[in-house]
Nanobody, 125 residues
Framework: VQLQASGGGLVQAGDSVRLSCAAS???????MGWFRQVPGKDREFVAA????????FYADSAKGRFTISRDAAKNMMYLRIDSLKAEDTAVYFC????????????????????WGQGTLVTVSS
């Protein structure tokens, strides 16, 4: 599976941005997710969504301002971030796994076998 993330750029604090992730094939029973990484820090989980059923998972830091969604027909996943803050500046990576990931493991990078190249979001204050 190849993943292509896009939608990043320079945005103003308080604005919204929608990141997109295009998958090369349908993941009918898998899980897709977003992680982000600030230079010099570890990559961290942001959100995930199950292909079947659409169950969503969010990091505590992402609850309220982040919305993950998918369009199964287009093999697309999205991450909308509202009320952007300077601390949202990071490279955002999309990830996917063909198989089921148990709830307690969706936050782990090692649960996802496929990764996109990342898209940089820079929030200017």
């Amino acid at each position: 599976v190849q993943l292509q993330a896009s939608g990043g750029g320079l945005v103003q604090a308080g604005d919204s941005v929608r990141l997109s992730c295009a998958a090369s094939e349908r993941l009918s029973s898998g899980t897709m997710g977003w992680f982000r990484q600030v230079p010099g820090k570890d990559r961290e989980f942001v959100a995930a969504i199950r292909s079947r059923g659409g169950t969503t998972f969010y990091a505590d830091s992402a609850k309220g301002r982040f919305t993950i969604s998918r369009d199964a027909a287009k093999n697309m996943m999205y991450l909308r971030i509202d009320s952007l803050k300077a601390e949202d500046t990071a490279v955002y990576f999309c990830a996917a796994n063909r198989g089921h990931i148990i709830n307690t493991a969706v936050t782990l990078q090692t649960s996802f076998h496929y990764w996109g190249q990342g898209t940089l979001v820079t929030v200017s204050s």
